[in-house]
């Protein structure tokens, strides 16, 4: 069973500029999850899909971020325009497993690590 | 935010030794899940537990799921080099496809 996918994994940008990240989540899985980890700490969600509809986004700073998950499958995080404290690996897991017994775990994919100069 | 203590911040200690971490919390939490990471790679799940009091194996590792439900031990015994990296405790207050709250993290390192 393939994984979580993720894209670019690495991506260097200028304060002000947009940049946008890619997940692919487990085949099946119902619900994707974004978090943001920055250095030193774990990882903080910040945005919850259940299918195509957003769940939880509390701690999403709207102002700049977007996210969204349109044919409930793969989604796309979007920054607009960053700041320097955005430097950080973002990260996309996915839960809900047709078993039912992985119902409750997630899943992580590799990240995107996020430089802004 | 809510956030989970987790402890030691950071362990180095001889091959072959065993290991054990905690993760608290002020509030209860119904499911706990142990996370591993390596340098560059997002959190593999090692564990999970999801009722009070239960003790789930995994090869050498061992993670509990502590009575009062405010905390979890994960142990590794006889260390062995592939077991650096960080470990994350997190917690989910209610079952379900519902937010991980994570712990800081503890990093291992092993002399070998």
């Known amino acids: 069973e393939a994984g979580v996918a993720q894209s670019p994994r690495y991506k260097i940008i200028e304060k002000r500029q947009s940049v946008a990240f890619w997940c692919n989540p487990i085949?099946?899985?119902?619900?994707l999850y974004w978090y943001q980890q920055i250095l030193g700490q774990g990882p903080k969600l910040l945005i919850q899909?259940?299918?195509?509809?957003?769940?939880?986004d509390s701690q999403l700073p709207k102002d700049r971020f977007s996210a969204e998950r349109l044919k409930g499958v793969d989604s796309t995080l979007k920054i607009q325009p960053a700041k320097l404290e955005d430097s950080a690996v973002y990260l996309c897991?996915?839960?809900?497993?047709?078993?039912?017994?992985?119902?409750?775990?997630?899943?992580f994919g590799p990240g995107t690590r996020l430089t802004v100069t | 935010g809510q956030q989970l203590n987790q402890s030691p911040q950071s362990m180095f200690i001889q091959e072959g030794e065993d290991v054990s971490m905690n993760c608290t919390s002020s509030?209860?939490?119904?499911?706990w899940l142990w996370y591993k990471q390596d340098p560059g790679e997002g959190p593999v799940l090692l564990i999970a537990?999801?009722?009070?009091?239960e003790l789930t194996s995994n090869g050498r590792l061992t993670a509990q799921f502590g009575i009062t439900r405010k905390d979890s031990f994960l142990n590794i015994s006889a260390s062995i080099p592939s077991d650096v990296g960080i470990y994350f405790c997190?917690?989910?207050?209610?079952?379900?496809?519902?937010?991980?709250?994570f712990g800081q993290g503890t990093r291992l390192t092993i002399n070998p």
């Open positions: 899909f259940q299918n195509n509809g957003v769940v939880d």
């Open positions: 509030s209860i939490f119904n499911t």
């Open positions: 997190a917690g989910q207050k209610i079952q379900g496809a519902q937010k991980l709250v």
């Open positions: 085949s099946g899985h119902a619900t």
């Open positions: 897991a996915s839960s809900g497993d047709s078993t039912g017994f992985l119902l409750y775990e997630q899943y």
């Open positions: 537990l999801y009722k009070a009091g």
